[in-house]
């Protein structure tokens, strides 16, 4: 049987129609499930369960590498757990895609003082500071200048 253009047209119109809702259906899927699992994340380190934790930040990471928020979690939750190599190499890589992440600087201050690697913490922190200023948050740029000074106050006693 012949197909008139119009008929023709139609199936096409159709078949795009359901590619489509096809498409968005993946996608809305994916957000879901990446949103359980942030979520799930969030509560586990929230409930102190940082192993959980981390490996439900690191399955949203498979699915979506570009989350910051969910790598600056895996940060803490990594520094949290003692994995403080782990932590700053995380937080590193952080900053490479992101390099005016403020708290990925201040999370990363916090791990190197931890691993007594004071002039990397210190450069981190002024970059922290130097970034808070840039925004016009000058308390925040003031909070991280204070413990600039108790860190220096520390080392050179």
Do not use: C
């Not at 259906?25 to 981390?54: C, H, M, N, P, Q």
């Amino acid at each position: 049987m012949l197909e008139t253009p119009q008929q023709i047209y139609f199936i096409v119109a159709v078949a795009v129609v359901v590619l489509g809702l096809t498409i968005l259906g993946y996608f809305i899927r994916e957000w879901i499930s990446t949103s359980k699992g942030y979520e799930k994340g969030v509560t586990l380190y929230k409930e102190k369960d940082y192993k959980s934790a981390e490996a439900a930040f690191r399955d949203v990471l498979s699915r979506h590498p570009s989350n910051d928020m969910v790598h600056l979690l895996l940060g803490d939750v990594l520094m949290q757990q003692g994995k403080l190599e782990d932590a700053t190499t995380e937080l590193q890589e952080l900053i490479e895609r992101a390099p005016k992440n403020v708290d990925a600087y201040l999370k990363l201050g916090t791990a190197l003082v931890k691993q007594d690697k004071i002039e990397q913490a210190i450069a981190a922190l002024e970059k922290a500071r130097d970034l808070f200023m840039s925004q016009r948050n000058p308390q925040k740029a003031a909070s991280v200048e204070q413990l600039l000074q108790e860190i220096n106050t520390q080392r050179s006693t």
